[in-house]
């Protein structure tokens, strides 16, 4: 069963599509439809691809009242959230997340967005997409709050692969920083390198190695290299970008996302304590509610798969409507913005030879 859709215009505009597997995460169907319904009423120029089972699939469409702006993909399989990457890269043709992602393959999406398995998105978005020429290690980068003036700061790698060398990072920091440029709008990103210190003595051998890479290619790049950073700035008002293999950003991310669940549960056992301490939060409801909205994940929910030849967007695998909406948001504006084609423009323009190039062997991919 497939839905059509017109896609053609809407106005004097062509609607931008994005291609949405709707199997993936934690509370399936109802949870990405509800965050496609959200994203439509906000924005009449968004046209939507949805894949997974019809039968699941078409009564929500129908009944959020979405039948002109979604197409539907019937797929009959899933990606499990357990799934191994090799195995649906070997199996996978039949499912959501693989038809999803090809829709970006064969031009009719410019943009994907799934919440399901990363490790198996990151290997059907390699072997479909393949990586932008000059890449040796896509990466996954996330927003994260921060002080700066637009609310957020960019890390990256997150979880895409362990590990990194030094040229790695750079490639790394070249991608933050169109990231940074075509989707925050910031016209000369700060880039920070995270290490245990910023002494220009401490850290790994790669890490000093990528450091003086970074400094030297910074400002053809057009971009502002502030040195080394550490765990204490990824929230501060010091970088824009954020630069780490994906071991160590996939734990800082995870241990941030814990964190703020932790202040919000602590916060309302406090105010929920006594008599007077529930009249506190009265007093404070309005400051409380704006806290709440800082920290919360779902406003900042979406890792861009950077490096490929197509725009990926992975939606936290708990994500509600508003997490998924807010993914689907960022998907649009990258895709607004034509930020595969800059990325690609970027790292060709630095004239580095990837590792295939020099005669070393290609990585293994190993996702975290």
């Given amino acids: 069963m497939t839905t059509t859709f017109d896609q053609s215009t809407h106005g004097a505009r062509r609607r931008t599509v994005i291609s949405v597997d709707a199997m993936g995460g934690d509370q399936g169907p109802p949870a990405v439809v509800s965050g496609i319904a959200k994203s439509a009423e906000k924005n009449p120029d968004i046209g939507f691809i949805v894949h997974g089972r019809a039968a699941e699939i078409a009564p929500l469409v129908e009944k959020a009242g979405l039948t002109d702006r979604c197409e539907i993909r019937d797929t009959a399989e899933v990606v499990t959230m357990d799934a191994k990457p090799a195995h649906v890269m070997r199996n996978g043709k039949n499912t959501s997340m693989w038809s999803a992602v090809d829709a970006v393959k064969n031009g009719e999406a410019q943009a994907v967005v799934s919440c399901g398995n ?156 006594t008599l007077l301490s529930k009249f506190a939060a009265l007093l404070a409801l309005g400051s409380l509610k704006r806290l709440t909205k800082r920290i919360d994940p779902r406003r900042v929910n979406g890792g861009v798969f950077l490096g490929l030849n197509g725009t990926v967007v992975k939606s936290h695998g708990s994500a509600d409507a508003t997490g998924v909406s807010s993914a689907i948001k960022l998907a649009f504006r990258l895709a607004e913005s034509g930020f595969t084609d800059r990325l690609a423009a970027r790292v060709a323009s630095t004239g580095q030879p990837s590792h295939d190039d020099d005669g070393m062997p290609e990585k293994n991919e190993q996702n975290a």
């Fill in 118 to 273: 990363t490790g198996a998105l990151m290997a059907v978005s390699m072997l479909r997409l393949r990586k932008i020429p000059g890449v040796d290690r896509p990466a996954i980068a996330c927003l994260w709050p921060s002080r700066n003036t637009g609310g957020f700061n960019i890390m990256l790698d997150v979880g895409a692969d362990i590990r990194a060398d030094e040229r790695d990072l750079l490639q790394y920091a070249l991608m933050g920083g169109s990231y940074a440029r075509n989707g925050l709008g910031i016209d000369r990103p700060r880039i920070g390198l995270l290490n245990v210190g910023t002494e220009e003595h401490k850290g790994r051998a790669e890490i000093k190695s990528a450091h003086d890479l970074i400094a030297e290619m910074a400002p053809a790049a057009e971009l502002e290299f502030v040195g080394f950073v550490e765990g204490g700035d990824i929230p501060s008002n010091r970088v824009d970008v954020i630069v780490t293999d994906g071991f160590t950003g996939n734990v800082a991310l995870k241990t941030g996302e814990g964190t703020a669940s932790l202040i919000r549960e602590l916060l309302r056992e406090a105010f929920n304590a």
